[in-house]
């Protein structure tokens, strides 16, 4: 059992890593090339990309649970209309979504907090960001699916590809040709074409293609990959969201400096957090099939290493974290100020990165297996908390009220991560399927 489940995480947790790193290469290459006020654009604009990354991989993982749910209940039909399904969703979504961005990402941007010289440099990044929408949309959500197949190793080399032409082209688009901020959006674009083409491949394989039928949009079938899909859009979507009030608060009590110095804290929280989630996720399809099985037995052991390797990883990264907080702002070339304030929020930053490892792997665990109510309080209360705790904390404390927020939150979110999980029921019988 452990190496069919290792055979899940490890490649789950490749995967999520190489999202992150899609991201960070961006802000080192764009730190070194514009320094703060090219940080500052991509952090004030990332907000808006993450929402393309959080739709496909919402939409992407909801319909990976449906299909493990009725495949363990042994309703084959429904898990593959939940999964034909999950394509009409990544199309008609990824249209709306691009569509939106285009005619309002400038106004939204304001609404941010570009203002100024800021404006036009976080515009060009989203107006370039845009040109690959869809195709963004569609990688995010196809990776899941594949990875639920048990194709972790093939979902994990698709995105690797991705994330290496990522790299290469960020360094000679920002740095050799001086493109900076549309260098740094067209990298990540091309880097996951080639994800989708990959990923296309795979389904183009003859065991693997979904039927025409199942791909014509079934309500009840939505209708529960939406259910679902709600909690893993907001755990990819919540640091975007997290961001805009840290964004807003930091300008208003620090100016730019702060914005600088949150976006390299979030960069590197953000690397933590996805590693864990992938540890979460990677472990969604054996714990999927177990709750539908019923098969209690498994379930347990499975959630035990899952969130032993969450917290492992949680508490080593925090170690790390401190131990190379003084030679972080020189890698991303932050200006003294930004540098002086990386330094001094950095040990309760560390905190956060602990925590994840109790509350991320968590909001996994509870939508895997079907908890969705649970998975959603998480979620949605830590958006919530976030917007009490960003706004009240600095009339009390300024700056250091931001800088203390997010550390607040997980705490709260910690506490209520153990009672749910005190509070559990037993795994539900095989006899029925999960989509009425």
Same mark, same amino acid.
């Given at each position: 059992?452990?190496?069919?489940?290792?055979?899940?995480?490890?490649?789950?947790?490749?995967?999520?890593?190489?999202?992150?790193?899609?991201?960070?290469?961006?802000?080192?290459?764009?730190?070194?090339?514009?320094?703060?006020?090219?940080?500052?654009?991509?952090?004030? %604009? +990332?907000?808006?990309?993450?929402?393309?990354?959080?739709?496909?991989?919402?939409?992407?993982?909801? %319909? !990976?649970? #449906?299909? &493990?749910? *009725?495949?363990?209940?042994?309703?084959?039909?429904? =898990?593959?209309?939940?999964?034909?399904?999950?394509?009409?969703?990544?199309?008609?979504? &990824?249209?709306?979504?691009?569509?939106?961005? @285009?005619?309002?990402?400038?106004?939204?941007? +304001? /609404?941010?907090?570009?203002?100024?010289?800021?404006?036009?440099?976080?515009?060009?990044? /989203?107006?370039?960001?845009?040109?690959?929408?869809?195709?963004?949309?569609?990688?995010?959500?196809?990776?899941?699916?594949?990875r639920n197949r048990g194709? &972790?190793?093939? =979902?994990?080399?698709?995105? %690797?590809?991705?994330?290496? !032409?990522?790299?290469?082209?960020?360094?000679?688009?920002?740095?050799?040709?001086?493109? $900076?901020?549309?260098? =740094?959006?067209? %990298?990540?674009?091309?880097?996951?074409?080639?994800? /989708?083409?990959?990923?296309?491949?795979?389904?183009?394989?003859?065991? *693997?293609?979904?039927?025409?039928?199942?791909?014509?949009?079934?309500?009840?079938?939505?209708?529960?990959?939406?259910?679902?899909?709600?909690?893993?859009?907001?755990?990819?979507?919540?640091?975007?969201?997290?961001?805009?009030? #840290?964004?807003?608060?930091?300008?208003?009590?620090?100016?730019?400096?702060?914005?600088?110095?949150?976006?390299?804290?979030?960069?590197?929280?953000?690397? #933590?957090?996805?590693?864990?989630?992938?540890?979460?996720?990677?472990?969604?399809?054996?714990? &999927?099939? !177990?709750?539908?099985?019923?098969?209690?037995?498994?379930?347990?052991?499975?959630?035990?290493w899952t969130f032993s390797?969450?917290?492992? @990883?949680?508490?080593?990264?925090?170690?790390?974290?401190?131990?190379?907080?003084?030679?972080?702002?020189?890698?991303?070339?932050?200006?003294?100020?930004?540098?002086?304030?990386?330094?001094?929020?950095?040990?309760?930053?560390?905190?956060? #990165?602990?925590?994840?490892?109790?509350?991320?792997?968590?909001?996994?665990?509870?939508?895997?297996?079907? $908890?969705?109510?649970?998975?959603?309080? /998480?979620?949605?209360?830590?958006?919530?908390?976030?917007?009490?705790?960003?706004?009240?904390?600095?009339?009390?404390?300024?700056?250091?009220?931001? +800088?203390?927020?997010?550390?607040?939150?997980?705490?709260?979110?910690?506490?209520?991560?153990?009672?749910?999980?005190?509070?559990?029921?037993?795994?539900?019988?095989?006899?029925?399927?999960?989509?009425?």
């Amino acid at each position: 059992m452990k190496k069919k489940y290792m055979g899940y995480i490890f490649p789950s947790m490749l995967s999520f890593l190489l999202t992150g790193i899609y991201s960070i290469v961006d802000g080192i290459f764009v730190g070194r090339a514009m320094g703060d006020p090219g940080l500052a654009a991509i952090n004030i %604009a +990332w907000p808006l990309v993450a929402l393309i990354i959080s739709l496909g991989t919402g939409i992407g993982m909801g %319909a !990976s649970v #449906m299909v &493990s749910l *009725n495949n363990g209940a042994g309703d084959t039909k429904k =898990a593959a209309k939940a999964e034909g399904n999950a394509f009409f969703l990544l199309f008609t979504g &990824s249209l709306l979504l691009t569509l939106i961005l @285009f005619l309002f990402g400038r106004p939204l941007l +304001w /609404l941010l907090g570009a203002r100024d010289g800021l404006l036009p440099l976080a515009y060009t990044y /989203l107006q370039f960001i845009l040109l690959g929408g869809i195709v963004q949309i569609f990688a995010s959500g196809m990776v899941p699916l594949m990875r639920n197949r048990g194709a &972790s190793f093939y =979902a994990m080399c698709a995105m %690797a590809l991705g994330c290496i !032409s990522n790299i290469f082209l960020d360094y000679l688009f920002v740095m050799i040709l001086d493109l $900076r901020l549309m260098g =740094a959006a067209l %990298a990540t674009v091309l880097g996951q074409v080639l994800t /989708l083409i990959l990923s296309i491949i795979f389904y183009a394989r003859k065991k *693997n293609r979904i039927a025409f039928a199942d791909m014509q949009p079934d309500r009840k079938t939505i209708l529960s990959i939406l259910k679902v899909a709600l909690s893993p859009f907001g755990l990819t979507y919540l640091p975007s969201v997290t961001i805009i009030f #840290m964004n807003l608060q930091a300008l208003k009590y620090g100016g730019e400096e702060a914005v600088s110095a949150y976006a390299v804290l979030a960069y590197i929280i953000s690397f #933590m957090e996805l590693l864990v989630q992938g540890i979460g996720d990677g472990s969604q399809p054996l714990l &999927s099939l !177990s709750k539908g099985r019923g098969d209690e037995k498994s379930l347990k052991l499975y959630t035990a290493w899952t969130f032993s390797l969450g917290i492992g @990883f949680g508490l080593i990264g925090a170690f790390i974290f401190v131990l190379v907080r003084n030679v972080l702002p020189v890698f991303y070339g932050t200006s003294p100020e930004a540098a002086a304030y990386i330094v001094y929020a950095a040990p309760a930053f560390a905190l956060v #990165m602990a925590l994840y490892g109790l509350t991320k792997p968590a909001v996994s665990y509870f939508y895997a297996t079907h $908890r969705v109510v649970r998975s959603s309080l /998480l979620v949605y209360g830590e958006i919530a908390l976030t917007a009490l705790f960003i706004f009240v904390l600095p009339l009390f404390i300024g700056l250091d009220g931001v +800088w203390y927020t997010i550390p607040s939150v997980q705490v709260v979110l910690g506490i209520f991560c153990i009672f749910f999980l005190k509070k559990q029921r037993p795994a539900r019988s095989a006899s029925s399927s999960y989509v009425k």
